[in-house]
């Protein structure tokens, strides 16, 4: 099969990308480069799936569908199923910046739809949503069929947009159609712009730290991996295309949330030394805590996080060392 895989340079899609390649299908990816965070890191990651044969890169912004069908215009018959990862992320991000939103994370979303509506020969498209849909909900774990009307973020909004559209083309199209709901995901190769990412090039260049409220804010942090092979499982289970609504949602997380606490106690364990702290007030858009319900998930994809929170850690800064010293 062919895959086509939208923001193939990004931590999450990059690592998707890795592991359909490793099971045998051939990857057609599209990036745009978005210089969100060092865009050395996104060429990196690139760089390692060029090295595949059953890879090929088309620099592409999903935000403009003509430049869209342009990139895809030689692979379209080719296109067995689509894993649509590509957006602008970051919920702070979201608050100084709204209109860097507009373009992937709903034009880009509805073009995706778009092109899998004139691909009678695509199986199944799979997207990525966010528990930042769940806003402030006071009820834990996060269910899949809570209330998702309030979100805390104009970047959940845009993801809750993303999720209503995809409902609205999978009823009027028969399009089988997968969104997850990723929580905090973490791991080698990982993004810039994250807290553990931030924290442990912070504390090993003796740096201090900064930390948005006192640490007792909870995140269900999700090893890659686990989320990957959640992805894969998603991809490979298509809705029944004559279902009333061909369309799933699954939570993507841990269901072992820690406190922001915890983690850095974690990190400062895997780099052998403590952090110095500068306390700072709670930033806008943040949610005091994320908590994946993953009954559904396991009921429906035979999904099982496995990986310690502690190992991921681990794994991480090991990654982050070895990447730092090379470049």
């Given amino acids: 099969m062919t895959i086509l895989v939208t923001g193939v340079a990004g931590f999450i899609a990059f690592h998707v990308a890795e592991a359909l390649l490793a099971r045998g299908d051939r990857v057609l990816g599209i990036d745009n480069m978005n210089a969100y965070y060092d865009t050395r890191l996104k060429q990196a990651r690139l760089h390692r799936l060029e090295r595949h044969p059953h890879f090929h890169y088309v620099f592409a ?42 373009g992937p994370n709903l034009a880009g979303h509805l073009n995706i739809l778009e092109l899998a509506r004139h691909l009678p020969q695509v199986a199944h498209t799979v997207y990525a949503s966010s528990s930042s849909v769940y806003g402030n909900s006071k009820r834990v774990p996060f269910a899949i069929d809570d209330p998702v009307d309030c979100p805390a973020s104009l970047y959940a909004a845009t993801k809750r947009s993303g999720e209503l559209m ?23 190769w990982g993004r810039p712009d994250m807290a553990y ?104 994809l035979g999904y099982e996080p496995a990986t310690p929170l ?18």
Avoid: M
């Fill in 166 to 188: 995809s409902i609205a083309y999978a009823q009027l199209y028969r399009l089988p159609l997968t969104g997850l709901r990723f929580f905090t995901v973490i791991g080698p």
């Fill in 197 to 300: 990412f931030r924290f442990t090039q912070a504390i090993l260049a003796g740096r201090q730290i900064d930390v948005f409220g006192d640490g007792s804010v909870s995140r269900d942090f999700t090893y890659i991996d686990d989320i990957v092979a959640g992805v894969l499982a998603a991809l490979d289970r298509p809705p029944a295309r004559d279902a009333a609504v061909p369309h799933h949602l699954y939570n993507l997380g841990s269901d072992r949330p820690v406190t922001l606490n915890h983690l850095i106690g974690l990190i400062e364990a895997a780099c052998g030394t403590k952090a110095s702290r500068n306390v700072l007030p709670p930033a806008a858009g943040d949610v005091p805590a994320t908590w994946a319900d993953l009954s559904l998930t396991r009921a429906d």
């Fill in 310 to 327: 502690d190992v991921a850690i681990e794994n991480f800064v090991t990654w982050y060392r070895d990447y730092a010293r090379r470049n």
């Fill in 61 to 102: 912004d999903i935000g403009r569908a003509p430049a869209l069908g342009a990139a895809i215009h030689h692979h379209r018959d080719s296109i067995t199923g689509i894993v649509h990862l590509a957006a602008q992320a970051g919920v702070r991000h979201s608050i100084d910046h709204p209109t860097d939103y507009v």
